[in-house]
């Protein structure tokens, strides 16, 4: 008889019959093979099986996985969800899309009330901004040709697929607007020969354009990011959005105050003030909305560190605006406070995330909690957990 290390959670089983055959001597009998139940009990009984009350019912190869506050604890020692192969190059875009995406609204405002100089600053940051997310995205894409694919086609439920739309967009929009500046900048003498009266024709269009998508480019990664199964980004998903757009605001008012001179700042220090109240309304009201167990990589480690100093830094960088802003050197030091605020904040928002996805009781305890609210409101035909 030979065995195998699965014999042991064989369970004990009855016997069957044995068929009788008659011997020349009249006595029974059998066929020489002896039942696998049989041999099941026997094991048993020599201690090679352990025992069940049920021997018609199969015993789990796998045992109950326990949950605590260790990853340790999950299916085989793993996490329960994979965290995106995403480095700080993506959260390199994030930044830098929130930046472009604030500076083309700026740029449009000034456009509107003839500020000539803060919209050829902003016009030219916003181009920057994106130019250097694009280059950060492609980079984390590994190979070119990858981004390229995004534009083949246009899908509505593809958070991504419809940012890559809205970045192709804005950055044909904000490089038409950006040149016609430039091109006033170094007195016309870029070799455009006709093209410049097309381009003197199409650069207030293309600054609109560039405006109307300034507010997508900025929150769309938040749907990006919140669109995962990243415990911290899915349960802030009715709000990230907010906290980006109004962290945007800060980061463009805090580039327009670096690089323009205070005289024609009026529009930036305004959208700055405003956006300080925003992001830190917002991103509070964020956090006491979310579950308490998935909030906690915001508030804790690196990630917790980088949200309160951007809190910090957008609080001082709006006081320094609103009683200093008319000083050309608290203008600019204001200026950085917020820009490295809003970078804090989507540095911090994105480590938040990937954190969440290695702790398997930010997955578990929230999908408990959702579950008893639906049953408390009378859901019981279904077992959905992951969405509210």
């Not at 920057?128 to 280059?135: I, Q």
Request: with cysteine; aromatic share 6%.
């Amino acid at each position: 008889m030979t065995t195998s290390e699965f014999d042991s959670y064989r369970p004990p089983e009855e016997p069957r019959r044995r068929r009788r055959r008659d011997r020349p001597d009249g006595r029974e009998k059998t066929d020489g093979r002896e039942d696998g139940r049989e041999q099941g009990n026997r094991r048993h009984r020599s201690g090679l099986a352990p025992s069940t009350s049920d021997g018609g019912r199969e015993m789990a190869m796998v045992p109950e996985p326990q949950f605590s506050n260790t990853a340790s604890d999950s299916y085989y020692g793993r996490p329960i969800v994979k965290a995106p192969p995403w480095d700080e190059r993506v959260a390199a875009y994030l930044v830098c899309g929130g930046i472009a995406g604030g500076s083309s609204l700026l740029a449009f405002g000034a456009q509107l009330t003839g500020r000539d100089v803060l919209r050829r600053n902003t016009r030219i940051t916003a181009l920057a901004a994106a130019g250097v997310g694009a280059v950060a995205l492609v980079a984390d894409l590994g190979r070119p040709e990858r981004f390229y694919n995004m534009m083949r086609t246009v899908k509505l439920s593809s958070p991504m697929s419809l940012g890559s739309w809205v970045l192709a967009g804005f950055s044909t929009g904000a490089g038409v607007a950006a040149a016609a500046d430039v091109d006033r900048m170094l007195g016309e003498k870029l070799p455009l020969g006709p093209l410049r009266g097309m381009l003197r024709a199409v650069e207030a269009p293309a600054g609109g354009l560039a405006a109307l998508l300034g507010a997508p480019l900025a929150g769309y990664t938040a749907v990006l990011l919140s669109d995962t199964a990243m415990p911290t980004w899915n349960d802030a998903k009715e709000d990230l959005p907010f906290v980006f757009v109004s962290s945007a605001s800060i980061a463009a008012s805090g580039m327009a105050m670096i690089t323009t001179p205070v005289r024609q700042t009026a529009p930036a220090r305004a959208l700055a003030v405003l956006g300080v109240v925003a992001d830190v309304v917002a991103t509070r009201y964020m956090e006491a909305r979310m579950d308490p167990v998935a909030v906690e990589p915001l508030e804790t480690g690196r990630p917790g560190m980088l949200m309160k100093w951007s809190e910090r830094l957008a609080i001082a960088g709006g006081i320094g605006t609103l009683l200093g802003g008319r000083n050309r050197v608290v203008a600019a030091v204001s200026g950085a406070a917020l820009v490295t605020a809003s970078a804090f904040t989507r540095f911090g928002v994105f480590y938040a995330g990937k954190d969440s996805a290695q702790d398997p009781r930010y997955t578990v305890e929230p999908q408990k909690r959702r579950l008893a609210a639906r049953r408390r409101a009378g859901i019981t035909d279904d077992s959905i957990t992951t969405v509210r």
